[in-house]
């Protein structure tokens, strides 16, 4: 039963620890950057709303996202626990998430933040844009997208910090490398992979 966020500036490598750490805790990994994708490629009207904004580098705006969100949630599968990635982005999300939970009668274990400093971000970032041809790659893009982090998530940080759910875990060098500083930090704080006691 383990209630996880996983944060981090674009290109900390959010999404590829993501699918590592829902498998290890056995939590669905749900991710917003994912769903929005999936809805564009579907053509759904979710996907024709959120688009503009993806490729511009803007945050969905908040009664999108939050309304997606508390779906996803509710959803029998993430009622035993979930890995939320990318989400909250902003303090309106943030009241949003706690307003969900507090409906489940249930609560936060940890907020893990991947740190990654600002030039190693943009050259991961461009070099995934020439493999993986994602709309939202390009360098206007990525720094517009760095800035809006900057801005408008970054400070969640410490919102959270307050709450003493911060975990900080150093995301630079090699993705098992930085698996391992997860599993150790998550383990320090009571939190291990799968068969949990209950
Ligand atoms: P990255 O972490 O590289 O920015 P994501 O895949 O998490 O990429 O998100 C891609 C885009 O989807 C964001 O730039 C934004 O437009 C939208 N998005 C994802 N999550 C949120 C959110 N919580 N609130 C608003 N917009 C979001």
Do not use: C, W
């Amino acid at each position: 039963m383990t209630r996880l966020l996983l944060m981090g500036p674009p290109g900390a490598g959010k999404g590829t620890q993501a699918v590592r750490l829902s498998s290890m805790l056995s939590v669905p990994q749900v991710s917003t950057g994912d769903i929005f994708r999936t809805n564009v490629s579907e053509g759904t009207e979710l996907g024709r709303t959120a688009q503009s904004y993806m490729d511009a580098g803007e945050y969905v705006p908040d009664e999108v996202t939050n309304e997606m969100v508390r779906d996803r949630l509710n959803a029998d599968d993430a009622r035993g626990g979930f890995l939320l990635d990318g989400y909250p982005r902003t303090l309106d999300q943030v009241r949003t998430l706690d307003e969900i939970l507090a409906g489940q009668a249930t609560a936060l274990d940890a907020v893990l933040e991947l740190a990654v400093d600002s030039e190693e971000l943009i050259a991961r970032l461009l070099k995934r844009a020439r493999e993986s041809g994602r709309t939202d790659d390009t360098e206007d893009v990525i720094r517009r997208r760095q800035e809006v982090y900057t801005e408008q998530t970054a400070p969640l940080l410490e919102t959270y910090d307050k709450r003493g759910l911060l975990v900080r875990v150093d995301g630079m060098g090699e993705v098992d490398e930085v698996a391992e500083r997860i599993a150790h930090a998550l383990h320090e704080r009571g939190i291990d992979s799968t068969a949990e006691s209950v």
